[in-house]
C-alpha cells in the first residue's frame, strides 16, 4: 500500500556481507541468513526463511538513500538492531549501516543521525556511543519502550530528548529549536541522516504522543535544513492507513 502511493520510486538494492559487517557481528548476520522457517530471534522478533533477504534489502536501500540523498521506504526498520542481535522488530541497524558506508564511500569525517521515531534508537546508540564521528540525537517518548534514551542518557556525541506521553507538533518544534539543532550546528557534519518514524503520530496505534502530518511535514524540513546533504530511512509508522500521508508529508519537508 505504501509504495504503490509513490510511482516515481525506484528499487533498492541488497547490502553486501562486508556491509553487514559494518555494524554487525559475523555471528549474527549468520544466524539471520541460516533461518529456514519462522523463530523467534527476540521475544518481539519473528524471523522466516526470506527475513535475510528482506533485511539485507532494507539495509542495502538505505545506503543508497545515504549515498544519493533519498528516502529510504523500507521494511524491517532497523533502529533498535544491536550489533550482536535482532530486538523491537529490527534486525539490522539500516541507519546505522548506511552512516558507516555513507563515511567510507563520500569520505565524510562526521555524520549526524536524528531520529524522531517514538521510541528511543537504542541500537544507533549502542553502536555509536563510543564514535566522536557520529552525532546520534534521539527524540522519543519517554519512559517507554525500550526503556532507554532517560534523561541521564547522554555523552559528548549523544543526545537523548526525552519527551512525555501527550506530546505534540509545540513540544517536538521546541525541542528541535531548542535541544536538536544547536546540537547539530555544534558537530557540523558533513551529512544528516534521518531515522523518520512516524509512529509518533497521533492516530499510531503503539504511543500516546500527537504529532500531526504538518508536524511531520515541519520535522522533515527542519532535518533539511541542518546540513547541505540529507537521507532517510524509514522506522517505525503502524497506522496502516495514515502512513502513506505521513510519508508524504516528510518528503514535502525534505524537498523544501
Not at 54 to 81: C, D, K, S, W
Not at 192 to 209: C, I, K, N, T
Amino acid at each position: 500500500m505504501l509504495l504503490e502511493q509513490f510511482p516515481e520510486r525506484r528499487e533498492g538494492r541488497f547490502a553486501t556481507e562486508e556491509e553487514l559487517r559494518l555494524c554487525h557481528a559475523a555471528e549474527h548476520i549468520e544466524l539471520v541468513r541460516s533461518v529456514d522457517r519462522p523463530q523467534w530471534l527476540d521475544y518481539d522478533t519473528v524471523a522466516s526463511e526470506t527475513t535475510y533477504e528482506a533485511a539485507a534489502l532494507a539495509a542495502g536501500t538505505a545506503i543508497e538513500a545515504a549515498l544519493t540523498g533519498g528516502f529510504a521506504l523500507v521494511r524491517p526498520p532497523g533502529h533498535h538492531a544491536l550489533p550482536e542481535r535482532a530486538m523491537g522488530f529490527c534486525i539490522f541497524n539500516n541507519i546505522a549501516i548506511a552512516a558507516r558506508a555513507a563515511q567510507r564511500g563520500l569520505g565524510l569525517e562526521r555524520v549526524a543521525i536524528v531520529d524522531f521515531d517514538v521510541h528511543h534508537g537504542n541500537g544507533t546508540q549502542a553502536i555509536f556511543r563510543d564514535d566522536d564521528t557520529v552525532l546520534f540525537v534521539s527524540l522519543h517518548q519517554w519512559p517507554f519502550y525500550p526503556g532507554s534514551g532517560g534523561p541521564d542518557d547522554q555523552a559528548e556525541t549523544t543526545v537523548n530528548v526525552p519527551l512525555s506521553a501527550g506530546s505534540g507538533d509545540d513540544e517536538y518544534r521546541r525541542a528541535f529549536e531548542h535541544i536538536v539543532e544547536p546540537a547539530v550546528a555544534r558537530f557540523e557534519p558533513g551529512l544528516v541522516l534521518v531515522s523518520a518514524g512516524f509512529d509518533a503520530h497521533v492516530d499510531d496505534p503503539l504511543a500516546e504522543m500527537r504529532v500531526t502530518e504538518d508536524g511531520f511535514r515541519e520535522l522533515a524540513s527542519r532535518c533539511a535544513a541542518m546540513a547541505a546533504n540529507v537521507g532517510a530511512v524509514l522506522e517505525g509508522g503502524y497506522e496502516l492507513e495514515t502512513l502513506p500521508g505521513l510519508v508524504a508529508a516528510a518528503l514535502d519537508g525534505f524537498r523544501a
